[in-house]
């Protein structure tokens, strides 16, 4: 079980409404979870919630066999530095950092992914270009640019790579591909997958839009896991 | 560490607001130190003038005024003193030597000192050094004329060249002492001290030059020439000042008040150095405002630099949000904003020695013309290196403000991208 929530409920300020109540959610090792529902519906709550930035108000949140809910906020740090790689929907590279140091940032904050990256490919370095190559980017075009000058669609990938270099057992992508054009989307999902299968990484893979739900093990519709549809704010359950 | 790349980095991408912040810090701190140079470089030459004399006598006026004109050359003298007197003083016990000052000429814009070839030999400055010819020698003539360095320097004279002296001791003068020129017997090697602006003559020679005239003006129908003047009997009636060398330092107070209570004519008898000290009390208040005012400098630099690095907050917080995602904890944004304060301070700190630097590279020759102020360019020195420091504290300390602020949005937002 690489994610198991139990009972867990969350608001962002005590004293206000839980935005999230989910009972029970179970991912297996490998699987790759499309996670819907619309905007505002709490998916990147569940993903601050996942990824140890944010404590439930009750419940425990596993991770990886964890109870990331139990511990301090230094080692929650470190547990998603360690384990979790995240894609956003977009402005996901630091801007000032080349396309190079914006994919092995993940191996300064984690010795745990510095190391796997070099077991792999002899360095961090040589792991990135790795991947950068199968996802699409030659590097030695790109290197040189900054990362701002690149398109929308390679700076997603880019953002893949960064999500995978280490091979951390769990990557979350929230929306991302809403800012891409239909034929740019298709290729994205493709790569995602292929690595993520490759990898033997589990994805969570969250948006609004349904449609690409099919491509996915399994989905789960936030609305309906979430007793506290937050889809219809104000509304008490 | 890793943060300090980063914030290199961060800073670097912003070039021009950030390099415009430097500028600003740079000329902050490049003020300070300045100002701290020259007024430590200004005491040092002013301590250094004048050394070996024990006492200075002059008309009664305030101390500081007669130690500005008689050795610093700077304002002029209320009244002058009579020949007797000098010479009455000069026979007190315990006196060894005595060397008179007349002035009030000028030459092109350079004091013009009446004096006797005692003052070569009895002169010191520096604590230990004695002036020294770099050619020819004291006077031996009454028109014999010795040129401090910066004065055969600047207006390019030799040896044996004829120059002629103007009466009052601005730099513009319409009534010149043309009957009477003067010959270049000696140039004195430089001494970084007034001396280096002065043209030294006899008090025979000053006297001379003066034998025509009554009531500051030349007398209509009576010319003396040179050589006339030189059968004359030259002893000046009075004299401007003189300096006074004891046989035992010990004596010091002694004669200075046994000068200051002398009956004959109200004259007053300084010791250089407490004048000197005296000096530095009245100019203390002014120092301390320009070192505050500089401080203020820094601190508007500084502010500046508050002004960026908060007002880039806002906009980075998806950057900060990135960092959080890949595993940069809250105390790592913490640590990034404080080390993008530090490296600002650091680098504008570090160009503000060099524009110091620089503006001493350019500005050397014109403030010792101009001043008579000689700047060494030598490494900072520890009180530099403490004001450095405490720039890059305060700067570095600043930076706690955009950085705990900072820490607190990345603890907010975590990972989700408010826009």
New interface residues.
């Given amino acids: 079980m690489i994610v198991e929530i139990d009972r867990v409920r969350f608001a962002w300020k005590s004293g206000q409404r839980d935005i999230l109540d989910i009972t029970r959610l179970e991912i297996t090792a490998g699987e790759r979870v499309f996670i819907e529902g619309p905007s505002g519906s709490g998916k ?2 569940l ?2 919630l996942l ?1 140890g ?2 404590r439930p108000r009750e419940g425990t949140v596993r991770v990886l066999q964890a109870d990331i809910s139990q511990m301090p ?2 080692r929650r ?2 547990f ?3 384990h979790i790689g ?1 894609v ?2 977009m ?7 080349s396309m190079m ?1 914006n994919v092995v ?2 191996c ?3 010795h745990r992914r510095f190391e796997r990256a070099q077991t792999r490919s002899g360095s961090p370095e040589a792991e990135a270009r790795r991947l950068l190559v199968r996802l699409g980017l030659e590097p030695a075009e790109l290197l040189a640019r900054p990362v701002t000058e690149l398109s929308i669609g390679q700076q997603q990938r880019v953002a893949i790579a ?1 999500a995978l270099i280490g091979a951390p057992e769990l990557i979350m992508a ?1 929306e991302p591909t809403s800012a891409l054009d239909e034929g740019t989307r298709k290729r994205f999902l493709q790569v995602l997958s292929e690595q993520c299968d490759e990898a033997g990484v589990s994805l969570l893979f969250a948006s609004h839009d349904t449609r690409l739900g099919a491509l996915f093990d399994r989905r789960i519709s936030l609305d309906e896991l979430n007793r506290n549809g937050a889809g219809m704010p104000g509304q008490a359950p | 560490m890793a943060m300090v790349r980063l914030a290199l980095r961060s800073v670097f991408s912003r070039r021009v607001t950030a390099g415009l912040t430097l500028l600003a810090i740079a000329i902050s701190v490049a003020m300070l130190l300045g100002v701290e140079k020259v007024r430590r470089d200004a005491r040092g030459a002013f301590a250094n003038t004048i050394s070996g004399t024990d006492l200075v006598v002059g008309a009664r006026s305030g101390a500081i005024q007669l130690l500005l004109y008689s050795v610093f050359r700077i304002g002029n003298a209320t009244n002058n003193i009579s020949w007797e007197t000098y010479q009455d003083i000069g026979g007190f016990p315990r006196v060894l030597w005595t060397v008179p000052i007349s002035l009030g000429d000028s030459h092109r814009g350079f004091r013009v000192m009446g004096t006797s070839s005692a003052y070569f030999e009895h002169y010191r400055y520096a604590r230990t050094e004695t002036l020294q010819f770099g050619s020819g020698g004291p006077f031996v003539d009454v028109f014999d004329a010795v040129l401090g360095a910066e004065v055969a320097d600047r207006l390019g004279y030799a040896l044996e060249d004829r120059i002629i002296v103007s009466h009052g001791a601005g730099d513009v003068s319409f009534v010149e002492h043309d009957d009477k020129p003067f010959r270049v017997a000696g140039i004195l090697r430089p001494t970084g001290t007034p001396v280096d602006r002065t043209v030294h003559v006899s008090v025979q020679g000053f006297t001379a030059m003066h034998v025509d005239w009554m009531a500051g003006a030349p007398m209509p129908g009576l010319a003396i020439t040179a050589d006339e003047a030189r059968g004359m009997d030259l002893t000046p009636k009075t004299i401007t000042a003189f300096l006074v060398g004891l046989d035992r330092k010990i004596a010091i107070f002694d004669v200075q008040r046994r000068i200051n209570d002398y009956s004959e004519e109200p004259v007053l008898a300084i010791i250089p150095g407490v004048a000197l000290q005296e000096l530095w009390d009245l100019m203390s208040v002014a120092e301390n405002l320009l070192r505050f005012v500089s401080a203020m400098v820094v601190a508007t630099g500084l502010l500046g630099m508050l002004t960026v690095i908060l007002s880039s907050l806002e906009a980075r917080r998806r950057e900060m949000a990135v960092l959080r995602s890949v595993g940069a904890r809250p105390l790592h944004v913490f640590a990034l904003f404080m080390s993008e304060a530090m490296v600002f301070a650091l680098v504008g700190a570090a160009a503000g020695v060099v524009l110091l630097y620089v503006a001493l590279l350019v500005g050397q020759p014109i403030v010792a013309r101009e001043f008579g102020l000689h700047l060494p360019i030598a490494l900072p020195g520890p009180g530099d290196w403490w004001i450095i420091a405490a720039v890059v504290a305060a700067g570095t300390a600043a930076g706690a403000v955009p950085a705990i602020r900072a820490y607190r949005l990345s603890l907010a937002d975590g990972l989700s991208m408010r826009i």
């Fill in positions: 990147s709550t993903f601050s990824g930035v944010v906020a230094a740090d470190r998603r530095a360690d995240f956003f929907q402005f996901n590279l630091v801007p000032y950092l140091d940032l993940p300064r904050f984690s960064r929230d």
